[in-house]
């Protein structure tokens, strides 16, 4: 039954067959297209090893940051945040102040306060130091109420230390004013 099928499947296609001798150099041409196939399939299968090292690595690299971003220790404001966040409100409010103050300070800036802008540029900043040792000491664990109110004391010093070079810098300024008016050409 099935040859009785397979023969009359032939004999209906007897025509259309193909029974002409292949061109001349079709052998060469057939072989160079068959090995590059080969040689795309090869690179392709290269690129297949290693897409999944890829991926392990982009997930081990991506593993790594969140691991890093989860087990970072709290920077110091934070830590003080936690332990008295009166702290922070305080410093917020004294250190714009102090701020403010030093930029007027510098705008006093002239060759007769020069000298003096200078030092007391450089005594802020010592007690700047200061204080970020006080914060440390605060957060190593160190009696809070003396810590605080050394921090406190800090701020008071600095910004007394600008307003008395304010007042002297306003000295100066009216004594050379006044002896700029008492000279006479």
């Known amino acids: 039954m099935k040859n009785d099928y397979l023969e009359g499947l032939f004999i209906s296609l007897k025509d259309t067959f193909d029974t002409e ?3 001349i150099g079709h052998k060469n041409r057939f072989l160079k297209k068959l090995d590059a196939n080969n040689t795309t399939a090869l690179k392709t299968s290269k690129r ?4 999944p090292l890829f991926i392990a690595a982009s997930i081990v690299f991506i593993c790594s940051i969140a691991i890093s971003y989860f087990s970072m220790t709290p920077t110091t404001t934070e830590q003080i945040t936690e ?3 009166e702290v922070t409100e305080t410093k917020f409010y004294f250190a714009s102040l102090i701020d403010e ?3 007027e300070l510098k705008k006093e800036d002239s060759p007769e306060t020069k000298q ?3 030092d007391t540029l ?6 700047e130091k200061d204080y970020l040792e006080l914060e440390k000491n605060l957060v190593n664990g160190g009696n809070t109420k003396l810590i605080l109110s050394a921090i ?3 701020f008071q010093t600095r910004i007394d230390l ?3 070079v304010m007042e002297q810098i306003d000295t100066i300024k009216n004594l050379k004013q006044y002896n700029d008016e008492n000279f006479t050409i």
């Open 21 to 23: 001798e292949p061109e």
């Open 48 to 51: 297949f090893i290693w897409k």
């Open 83 to 85: 332990i008295a966040p």
């Open 101 to 103: 103050q030093i930029k």
């Open 116 to 118: 003096i802008i200078d």
């Open 122 to 127: 450089i005594q802020l900043n010592k007690l």
């Open 152 to 154: 406190i004391t800090n």
């Open 162 to 164: 600008v307003k008395e």
